[in-house]
C-alpha cells in the first residue's frame, strides 16, 4: 500500500474475496485526525478507477472504502455462482461486505445511483444495520420507477429492450459490438459530449475509457438490472435513518420531487442540500476539484464533525 498522498489510484486497490466472487476494493485511509469510515457504493457501469477523484474528496473527512459489486468494474457476476443479479441479491451482498469489514466499527454510507437503491434495500431488509450507520447520503439516486422522467410508454419500451438485451444468446455476441469504434459512434452523438467543449484529446481519451467500462463490465448484469431499475419500487418499508439527499437542479434523468417525496415515505428524516454538480453527467475525465462540485459546503462541515 502506498502513502496517504499518492496520486495513483492502483496504489489504493486491494483484491476482494466475498461468497466466492472475486473483485477489487478501494482503500484510502484517513489522515491521524479524522476517524470517520466511509463507504462508498457505485452503481452500474462502473469502475473503481471511474470514481477515484470523487472518492478522494470523501476521503478528506475519513477512510474511504469503496468495493466492486458482483458484474460491474470487472468483479465476478452473481450467475457465476448460480444467483440471479437482483437488487435483493445485491443488498445481501453489501450487508455480507459491511458486516466483514466495519465488524463493531459504525460506518457512513453513500450511495452512487443504482448502489443508493441496493443501499435502502439493505436497509429494508436488515434493519439491525441502521444502528452501524453514523450518515447516509444519496448521490444521484431513486427509489422508484416512477422518479425518472419517463413517459410511462418510454419506460415500458426501454424496459423490454434492456430485457432483450440480456437475452444470452446477445451475450454471445458482445465482442461484436462492443469495441471502440462503436463506442466512438455513440459518444460523439451523446447530448453531453456535443453540448460541450471537449477538446479532441479529451473526446479520445473519454472513448478509451468507456470502451474499458463496457468491456469490464459483464453486459447481462447491466441490462437485468437496468430492467429492474425500470420497475423499481423501494417504498416498501421504514428505515430508521435520516437521508442527505444531494440534489442537482440541473439534473434531466430525475425528477426530485418524486425522488424527495418517495425518500420521505421510507426514511425517518430526510436532510436536502443542493449541489452545483452534475452527479448523472460526472465527466470520466472529472479532476478531484470537478468532483468535488457534488459535495455541498453544508454537507462537508457535518463530515468534519466527529461521529
Not at 131 to 138: A, R, S, W
Not at 190 to 218: C, I, P, Y
Not at 252 to 278: A, I, P
Not at 279 to 287: H, I, M
Request: with cysteine; net charge positive.
Amino acid at each position: 500500500m502506498a502513502d496517504r498522498f499518492s496520486n495513483n489510484p492502483i496504489d489504493y486497490i486491494l483484491p476482494l474475496n466475498i461468497n466466492k466472487l472475486e473483485g477489487r476494493m478501494m482503500y484510502i485511509p484517513a489522515s491521524k485526525d479524522k476517524n470517520r469510515e466511509i463507504l462508498l457504493v457505485p452503481g452500474q457501469h462502473s469502475l473503481l478507477e471511474r470514481w477515484w477523484n470523487l472518492a478522494l474528496n470523501f476521503a478528506d473527512y475519513g477512510s474511504l472504502t469503496m468495493p466492486d459489486m458482483p458484474g460491474f468494474g470487472g468483479m465476478d457476476s452473481f450467475e457465476t455462482i448460480g444467483i440471479k443479479p437482483d437488487i435483493d441479491a445485491y443488498a445481501d451482498y453489501l450487508a455480507a461486505f459491511i458486516k466483514l469489514r466495519f465488524n463493531r466499527k459504525r460506518v457512513s454510507l453513500v450511495g452512487l445511483g443504482f448502489g443508493f437503491a441496493v443501499i435502502t434495500r439493505m436497509l429494508q431488509k436488515y434493519p439491525q444495520l441502521t444502528k452501524k450507520v453514523d450518515m447516509l447520503v444519496c448521490l444521484d439516486g431513486y427509489m422508484h420507477k416512477d422518479d425518472f422522467r419517463l413517459s410511462l410508454l418510454k419506460r415500458r419500451f426501454y424496459y423490454t429492450v434492456s430485457k432483450l438485451l440480456a437475452a444470452k444468446p446477445v451475450m454471445a455476441i458482445k465482442p461484436f459490438f462492443i469495441n471502440y469504434p462503436i463506442v466512438k459512434y455513440f459518444c460523439s452523438r451523446s447530448a453531453s459530449v456535443q453540448n460541450s467543449k471537449m477538446t479532441k484529446a479529451e473526446f479520445d481519451a473519454l472513448v478509451l475509457f468507456e470502451t474499458r467500462l463496457w468491456q469490464v463490465n459483464d453486459l447481462r448484469t447491466h441490462w437485468l438490472t437496468t430492467s429492474e431499475v425500470l420497475n423499481l419500487d423501494n417504498c416498501i418499508g421504514r428505515v430508521n435513518l435520516t437521508v442527505t439527499h444531494i440534489m442537482s437542479k440541473a439534473d434531466q434523468s430525475l425528477n426530485n420531487d418524486y425522488v424527495r417525496e418517495h425518500m420521505k415515505v421510507v426514511f425517518t428524516g430526510y436532510k436536502c442540500y443542493l449541489t452545483r454538480g452534475k452527479p448523472a453527467g460526472l465527466s470520466l475525465l472529472a479532476d478531484k476539484e470537478e468532483a468535488g462540485m457534488l459535495l455541498p459546503t453544508a454537507l462537508r462541515n457535518r463530515l468534519l464533525k466527529s461521529k
